[in-house]
């Protein structure tokens, strides 16, 4: 088990190699517009998940998967050098599901919005079923 905060440092020096490579070295025309948006490390450092986001349609996203697979090969040694650590750990691509999970937030939060401003709306003509001022008043002798 390696110090967590090893990994932590690790893994954002990773991240930072994967950026670089995709924005320089690897010039697949299968490769859309992808942002790395996380790069999680096992305990014991032999495993980096990578976790990345696409911005386009399904057509895209799986050229831009495909894209990555085939050039896992030439990330895993850059990193490799770029790290040096003694054993480079293997890489997993992973698609980030933010963008979905955000959108569907997004959708809820409109929602609610919308129940709030029927229930305002509907609180705006309505009276009290009794009087105004419900409660007893102490009583006046004259």
Do not use: C, N, W
């Not at 790395?36 to 096992?42: A, F, L, W």
Request: hydrophobic content about 40%; aromatic content about 4%; cysteine-free.
């Amino acid at each position: 088990m390696s110090d967590p905060q090893r990994a932590r440092r690790l893994a954002e020096r990773i991240k930072v190699i994967v950026a670089k490579l995709l924005d320089s070295r690897i010039k697949d025309p299968r490769l859309g517009f992808v942002t790395i948006t996380d790069v999680r490390m096992t305990g014991d450092l032999q495993h980096a998940s990578i976790f990345y986001t696409v911005l386009g349609d399904e057509e895209q996203q799986a050229g831009t998967q495909a894209a990555l697979e085939s050039a896992r090969g030439l990330i895993r040694s850059e990193v490799g050098k770029g790290t040096g650590v003694r054993l480079t750990p293997t890489i997993e691509f992973i698609p980030d599901a933010l963008p979905e999970s955000a959108a569907a937030i997004d959708d809820a939060l409109r929602r609610a919005a919308a129940a709030d401003a029927e229930i305002a709306e509907q609180a705006a003509t309505k009276s009290y079923a009794g009087e105004a001022d419900p409660y007893k008043k102490p009583r006046v002798d004259e």
